[in-house]
């Protein structure tokens, strides 16, 4: 239980590797802001597992593009909690679609989720997060990859690496350590809508192991990251691929 008297926000927690993150944090004894944006039944759910497992947890709505519900969500944590410790900004979206295809639409709700939304809830943990604390972002490892049909998704997850180097050091000072995952293929709800099994299975044989990782794979690396033993890691982005790149 190495994480008693944490507090923890994840967002984008009701399913997928947010809702393992979350109940893998929780099970390592932190009290678990599960966020959600729409699906209020699926983020009550991982609160009750993590219940009946004898943890504590919160679920809590916000649009993680929207500043105003940043700022609430991490108002209402403070408010139920006392204190704030992790941070793992793991809400996002993920499309495969062609630049021919890509709207303004689009592209402007991409970099709204995937970068305003961990650029301002990091604002809020520079305001709020306790001396000592842990901040992981999110990015891919498609970035490496040179992919189709990704453009617009690894645009926004270059843009969190960078911010996440660059604010290390401003982190530093309070004692606070950021750095970004980088998962390959996982399979999740979100990576498998819309791919066939011949897509699916040339993924499988892009890493090391022939398979999908799974969301425990990226939770386990979380776990890792936000331990006190690994506090002399920031400003790092961590691969976390079985070999994909």
Request: some cysteine; glycine content about 8%; hydrophobic content about 40%.
């Amino acid at each position: 239980m190495s994480l008693n008297g944490k507090v923890a926000i994840v967002t984008g927690a009701s399913r997928g590797i947010g809702r393992q993150v979350a109940i893998q944090l929780a099970q390592s004894g932190a009290k678990v802001v599960v966020n959600y944006s729409s699906n209020q039944e699926k983020a009550d759910e991982v609160v009750n597992t993590i219940e009946q497992s004898g943890g504590e947890a919160a679920a809590i709505r916000a649009d993680i593009s929207k500043v105003s519900e940043v700022e609430a969500l991490f108002s209402e944590t403070l408010e139920r909690f006392g204190r704030l410790d992790i941070l793992v900004n793991n809400a996002g979206i993920m499309e495969c679609t062609a630049i021919a295809d890509v709207t303004e639409e689009m592209f402007d709700r991409y970099f709204a989720i995937n970068v305003k939304g961990t650029y301002f809830a990091c604002q809020q943990a520079m305001k709020h997060m306790a001396k000592g604390g842990t901040i992981v972002n999110f990015s891919t490892s498609i970035s490496g990859a040179m992919l189709p049909t990704y453009s617009v998704y690894a645009a926004t997850k270059g843009a969190v690496e960078q911010l996440t180097r660059q604010l290390a050091k401003e982190f530093g000072p309070k004692d606070i350590v950021i750095n970004c995952i980088a998962p390959g293929q996982v399979s999740t709800e979100l990576f498998l809508n819309g791919k066939s099994e011949e897509l699916i299975n040339s993924y499988r044989r892009m890493n090391a192991f022939g398979r999908l990782g799974e969301p425990e794979d990226i939770a386990n690396a979380i776990e890792l990251l936000v331990d006190d033993k690994a506090r002399w890691i920031t400003g790092q982005t961590i691969r976390v691929n079985g070999g994909f790149n």
